[in-house]
């Protein structure tokens, strides 16, 4: 009987998640990072923000803007991209993808760009019919030097509008 109960109830909790990966919704995403495995050991500790934004072109299908921020022990980096996700099965579970422009400044040494690509699964858990739970991992693959690349973890909310 408990599984009965247990099935019919994440039956009903996928088919009120489908109704938000429709064509013409709104998302916004907010994440903390700086969960992450580098290639390199020059950054200590660090605390990231990103916030992401955008609509769904079409079912399960969204277009993202990425706005974000890493405060570490030898360098800021400001991030600013463009994406994708892609909601399988209108359950939560998602991959997306972009490219993204990264500005560095270094404590008393200047600063430098880069650009990449970012990659990133995930699942959407629904705590209300608008309002999400997101963990997800992540790789940011940088275009000019490998050693700026990081996996990593980040836990973040949505708002699906």
């Known amino acids: 009987m408990k599984k009965s109960a247990l099935i ?6 996928s088919l009120a998640a489908q109704a938000q990966f429709e064509q013409g919704k709104w998302i916004i995403n907010t994440s903390m990072t700086g969960m992450d495995f580098s290639y390199s050991d020059s950054d200590k500790g ?3 923000f990103l916030a992401q934004g955008g609509t769904f072109l079409q079912d399960n299908i969204a277009l993202l803007v990425t706005l974000g921020a890493d405060w570490s022990d ?4 400001y991030t600013l991209g463009a994406g994708g ?14 490219l993204k422009m990264k500005r560095w ?13 970012g990659l990133e699964a995930g699942y ?12 997800a991992v992540y790789y940011d693959l940088s275009m000019k030097n490998g050693d700026n690349s990081k996996i990593g ?3 973040g909310f ?3 509008f």
């Open 74 to 77: 030898p360098k800021d980096t």
């Open 85 to 98: 996700r892609y909601y399988f099965d209108k359950i939560g579970v998602y991959l997306g993808a972009g």
């Open 153 to 155: 973890f980040k836990l």
């Open 158 to 160: 949505g708002f699906y």
């Open 46 to 48: 660090h605390l990231g």
């Open 8 to 13: 019919i109830c994440l039956l009903l909790a």
């Open 124 to 135: 959407a858990y629904f705590l209300s019919r608008t309002v999400t739970i997101e963990p």
């Open 105 to 117: 400044y270094f404590n008393d040494q200047g600063h430098a760009s880069d650009y990449g690509l």
